[in-house]
């Protein structure tokens, strides 16, 4: 099998282009410009780059894709080491394929690493693009491999990465040696970008607006994690051959997957229901008085023994879950699970990757400051 690195391009109804990178494996740029060319055919007005989760892989591809964005002759990266063989630079060696005018966003997260942090480092120093997201990995280290038997193996750092700027992507050194902060790498060091604007070094790519990510509730992450979309979503699309995409989540298929969920035991706990099983086992064993008041309960009761008998198997808590099903908010994103399982099993990881973008809060923003080139320009300082 064939896993696609560049698994989904495309132009939305605002006509911006999107592409998404999970790694910079052999063909990523092969694939990304194949992907770019076929956007910038259709006029884009802008283009998103999605490395969130990308934690890296070969630099040669990051660099293409750098090729392919940039104007001929700039600087991309360079390295520092100890040695003179140590020292190199890269820069942009052909005429970029995309519009040097189309505005570009890229999106990344703490799972963007490596050779990721390089494509949005650069084109953030160079003033090519705007960053929404959170902080990256902070990986920016040459190193090499030695064995030094069957079993053991010698990794040696011979040299650092640095962006067009000057700063370094590596986070520091983790045992806070100062290994990595030799004056230049310091943390709290402003560099400035092609066009004047000031970014910090040595903590990876930090964003130039930062977003936090949605925050799924127990209840829809234990659905993931048991994989009862997609297992709902294969076993319903053979029955229902009339399903296409983009597909709309109708009552129908809600009261279905409601049905498919009663055959799942999930396991989970919601906020505050293991300190409470905690309390419960406690008052078992040392009897107290209480006056506990809380948004949803109010209880002012001796605690002893025989109320602890009583009490110990009611559980609040399981009165909650019985309607998680049904709360607003769960509901938006067992509506988004389904749609992106059965998108994928209708038509394949493409049409998920497109309907996984319908409640993606960062993807919005990214469109939005496209369309609103004026914030897209004073973010730039242009």
Known sequence: M????????????????????????????????KGLEELQKQNIKGLVIDLRGNSGGLLSNAINILDYLCERGELLLFSKGKTNRSNKEW?????????IDTPIVVLVNKGSASASEIVAGTLQDLDRAVIIGQNTFGKGLVQHMYDLNDTMTLKITTSKYYLPSGRLIQKQDYLDNGFLTDGLDKIDSLFTTKGGRKVKGGNGVVPD????????????????????????????????????????IDSKIMKDFKLFINDYKLKYKLKGEQEYLNFIDKMKQSPISINRFSKNIYIKESVNKSFIDKNSNFNYFDEIKKVQFSLEEN????????????????????????????????????????????EYYTILEF
């Open 91 to 99: 820069k942009s060696r052909r005429k970029p394929i995309l519009d």
């Open 331 to 374: 509901q938006k994103w067992i509506k988004n699970g389904l749609e992106r399982e059965l998108s994928k099993v209708i038509a394949g990881e493409k049409e998920r990757i497109k309907a996984s973008l319908n409640e993606d809060k960062e993807y919005k923003k990214a469109v939005d400051l496209i369309l609103s080139l004026k």
């Open 209 to 248: 607006i930062k977003t936090k990510r949605n925050t799924l509730s127990p209840y829809v992450q234990e659905l993931w994690r048991q994989g009862v979309f997609l297992s709902f979503a294969a076993s319903y699309v053979p029955f229902n051959k009339d399903l296409t995409t983009p597909v709309i």
């Open 2 to 33: 064939i896993v696609k690195h560049v698994p989904y391009w495309g132009v939305d109804k605002d006509n911006i282009g999107y592409i998404r990178i999970t790694r910079f494996s052999r063909n990523a740029s092969k694939d990304f410009k």
